[in-house]
């Protein structure tokens, strides 16, 4: 019998070591939603963009967790339940949701594209690019409910593109350029 109840102990403790936290990756829940929109203010549609979690134990750390998801339209992303592998349950975890367009294979490359001036990489971070923090859940048994990311103050955001400068502007600009050339 007391070799059953160690053994039983063991499990439990080394079952409790390598718990993970969860979040709840949707923006579209019971409790409010916080809808993705396009550069013209639009809600995103249900194709053509995909958003992914990022996620770690400090501001820092942030990693992508878990496969991207896709968007069932009026701008809501249903990507269920993420376990972030570095956060225990119940801990705090740091988080953002990227989103850009899927002519680009991952944020990464949308990101650097946008980064060059590539007016086709459309990109977008959650909160305005500021990291939130949120209670994981997954802890107790039996095990919470993956964290809500709409409750932890996740708001809606609108998806950027590179600024092209108007044609007026650019003609401006080279009228004082050669004005200022002549003088010389």
Known sequence: MKKLAILVGCLLAGSLAMAQGTILFNNGTPNGTAPVLG??????????????????????SLAPIGATAGFVGNGIFLGQGRTVDTVAPGDTAYFSVRVWNDAFASWDAAYA???????????????GGDVLTITTGGG??????????VVAGLTG????????????????????????????
């Open 39 to 60: 550069v013209d203010g639009s809600p995103l549609p249900n194709t053509g963009y995909l958003a992914q979690l990022w996620a770690g134990p400090s501001a820092d």
């Open 140 to 149: 107790g048994v039996p095990a919470a409910p993956p964290a809500d990311m």
């Open 113 to 127: 594209a946008f980064g060059s001036g590539d007016a086709s990489a459309e990109i977008g971070w959650s909160n």
């Open 157 to 184: 955001f609108q998806l950027q593109v590179v600024p092209e400068p108007s044609t007026i502007a650019l003609g401006l600009l080279a009228g004082l350029a050669f004005i200022i050339r002549r003088r010389k």
